[in-house]
């Protein structure tokens, strides 16, 4: 079981790695270019993130919510706890990595990396307790977390908040809800469509994440920061989560699920997002490229706790 559950995450992870390595080439070959790059981020956040957090509602249905109450109350107070967490961490730190490292704390890949590693070791059990975990971490990213960066830019609060109503991503969310929770069904070809691009997003944001890599000076990779991030964001706050949870008694199974979410690598959309705000894009590729190969190895030693 433990080298089936190893075997299940390094596929998964170098997935991830694999899609980098084709932005490393794609740079180098001349396909992505320093001028053609932000035109590539601008599809992605504009059109390709908002249908995916769409998409990512579609299956939330009032009974998945209430077969799962306490994966999502134990989702809501971890996120909560962390958005609190992000910027105690990141203090110390300049104003351009700041808020980069308070998201990254807050958002990890728990969609894409994630849901399908506690489907492979819980079965159907995972899958309804990580689809409901991922309601509150949907909506925390796309509504405290995109607040990080709107705070990092703007100093008036009522424009911030402007801002914030009018992100597609965010408006995403609350439509994406809506449709899944009221079970609105879209026509066939919206929905294939949907979901095509809903599934073009992992590895299109990963390619771009690699073009940025590909100009990284790699012995600048563990520059300070990234590791602490890693340490903190793959180690101890899973390892606090499973504490607590064990320590109150909680269902095996949902400890199991809840604890390997809460220590999956930096979420995908990162450096992303982070471009898009003009803060350190290199700093927030490398944390999420870092935090993606070490995750290999720290996931594996979370699986022997559970």
């Not at 956040?45 to 919510?65: A, D, Q, R, Y």
């Not at 728990?110 to 399908?116: E, K, Q, R, S, Y």
């Not at 995972?126 to 977390?145: C, D, E, K, M, Q």
């Not at 997002?273 to 490398?286: R, T």
């Amino acid at each position: 079981m433990a080298l089936s559950n190893f075997l299940q995450m390094l596929d998964i992870q170098l997935t991830l790695v694999l899609f980098l390595g084709i932005g490393i080439f794609s740079y180098y070959a001349g396909m992505i270019t320093d001028e053609s790059r932000p035109s590539f981020m601008s599809l992605l956040l504009n059109v390709f993130l908002p249908v995916m957090v769409f998409n990512s509602f579609k299956k939330i249905t009032m009974e998945l919510l209430a077969l799962s109450f306490l994966a999502l109350v134990v989702g809501t107070v971890l996120y909560t706890i962390l958005a609190f967490v992000g910027p105690l961490l990141s203090r110390k730190y300049p104003a351009d990595k700041r808020p980069v490292l308070e998201y990254a704390t807050l958002v990890n890949n728990a969609g894409f990396a994630g849901l399908p590693l506690v489907t492979s070791m819980f079965g159907d059990a995972g899958a309804i307790i990580g689809s409901v975990y991922l309601v509150p971490h949907r909506i925390f990213t796309w509504t405290v977390g995109l607040q990080i960066f709107e705070r990092a830019k703007a100093t008036d609060i009522k424009e911030t908040l402007i801002k914030l109503a009018k992100n597609p991503s965010i408006i995403a969310v609350f439509v994406g809800l809506i449709f899944g929770l009221f079970e609105i069904p879209l026509p066939g070809f919206v929905d294939r469509g949907v979901t095509s691009i809903a599934g073009a997003v992992q590895p299109l944001a990963m390619i771009v994440i690699g073009s940025v890599i590909a100009k990284v000076d790699y012995r600048s990779l563990f520059e300070p920061g990234v590791l602490t991030y890693c340490v903190i964001r793959l180690l101890v706050i899973p390892l606090a989560v499973l504490a607590v949870m064990k320590g109150l008694g909680m269902d095996p199974v949902l400890t199991g699920v809840v604890t390997i979410m809460a220590g999956m690598p930096a979420g995908t959309p990162t450096p992303i997002l982070v471009a898009n705000y003009g803060l350190n894009v290199p700093f927030a590729a490398k944390i999420t490229f870092v935090s993606i190969v070490l995750s290999v190895i720290t996931s594996p030693i979370l699986m022997l706790f559970v």
